[in-house]
């Protein structure tokens, strides 16, 4: 039989692939769905009414140099009075701060996550339950130290995530979770430094607060350095490129008090530039602003010398056996280090701390 000269039919859409199209462009109407319906969490009064500011689902980076108040910032927020800002007392004294050396203060923001939703989850070599315990108490917010909960991992870190959405899903209301810090979630043979790292850090803190086919009801604040000089967040360019907002932390001196100032730096929040300050807590000990020359140039040397120091006991101290990060970050500590997360990340990135496999750390002679 000769084959037929008739050019194949056509296939026309239909039967089973049209039903699968159809299911696949729904998929995504329900996902942008889902992220149109997002509850807000922190919102800003802009021009006589409300605007959402961070939704569930996003994730907010506040970010400044050590020792200027970042913990006690983020305790302040999850603090601040439900739906509103803290009303003044007789005497001019703001509800909310049990004392005068430790007062938190804000205009135009407003947390609306209920307060047995607002947790702070931090790890437990980058500060304590006491110190946290003791910031909420000096700010008045006692009630929320049953959940200042720590984590070891971020499997586990993920558990309580899920755990906490769970939570916000019973009352129907949004969750605000802080998480003490970023460079805890970075994988102990990786670096900050990484794009590629940092890129797969950021995406799982997201899909651990978007669970499939759930309403997002989790947004999260995490905890990050400056670089030096304060010239933004520390690490890769992805850190900041992932996140959907960020808030930055720093030093100001008013009058013969210390203040940290949060300010909304970016993100797709759109606020007006005249109610960028978030909050600002007082502090004590931070760092200040504007060193002269003479004095940067003294400081820089100084700490040069302190950093050849620790490298040197470390050196001693380990000799040629192998450590875990959590060894050195407990070994600097000990030894008076203000920030032993930092130093390590310096270290990793000049090639003075490198991995031995399976977790395990060594410093090259």
Do not use: C
Not at 58 to 84: F, H, I, Q, T
Not at 102 to 127: I, K, M, N
């Amino acid at each position: 039989m000769e084959p037929s000269s008739n050019p194949p039919a056509e296939k026309v859409p239909g039967g089973k692939a049209l039903e699968e199209a159809q299911a696949f462009l729904q998929k995504l109407r329900s996902r942008r769905n889902k992220e149109e319906s997002a509850k807000p969490i922190l919102e800003v009064q802009q021009g006589g009414s409300l605007s959402g500011v961070l939704l569930a689902g996003e994730v907010a980076l506040l970010y400044g140099e050590a020792k200027v108040g970042k913990s006690r910032a983020a305790v302040a927020l999850l603090g601040w009075p439900k739906g509103g800002k803290a009303e003044e007392k007789e005497g001019g004294e703001r509800s909310g701060a049990s004392s005068r050396e430790d007062v938190a203060r804000s205009g135009s923001w407003r947390v609306w996550a209920p307060r047995e939703l607002r947790f702070y989850l931090y790890h437990a070599t980058e500060t304590r339950y006491a110190h946290l315990k003791k910031y909420a108490k000096a700010l008045g917010a006692e009630d929320i130290t049953e959940n200042i909960l720590p984590f070891n991992d971020v499997e586990e870190l993920e558990r309580a995530l899920q755990a906490i959405h769970t939570l916000a899903e019973r009352r129907g209301r949004p969750a605000l979770v802080v998480v003490d810090s970023l460079i805890k979630l970075v994988p102990p043979q990786q670096s900050e430094n990484e794009a590629k790292v940092m890129d797969a850090v950021m995406a799982r803190l997201k899909r651990a607060i978007s669970p499939p086919e759930r309403e997002p009801l989790v947004g999260l604040l995490v905890i990050h350095h400056a670089a030096k000089g304060n010239g933004g967040p520390r690490g890769s360019g992805a850190i900041a490129a992932n996140a959907d907002h960020i808030l930055r932390l720093e030093p100001r001196r008013d009058g013969e008090e210390d203040w940290g100032l949060l300010l909304y730096e970016r993100g797709r929040g759109d606020v007006w530039r005249e109610v960028e300050e978030v909050l600002r807590v007082r502090v004590r000990g931070i760092r200040r602003v504007g060193p002269t020359p003479r004095e940067a140039k003294k400081s820089k040397r100084a700490s040069k010398g302190a950093k050849n120091s620790y490298i040197r006991k470390a050196r001693e101290h380990f000799g040629n056996r192998t450590f875990s990060e959590e060894e050195l970050y407990r070994f600097l500590a000990e030894e008076g280090h203000s920030d032993p997360d930092d130093l390590i990340s310096v270290w990793k990135s000049r090639k003075k701390l490198v991995s031995a496999g399976n977790g395990r750390l060594y410093l090259k002679k």
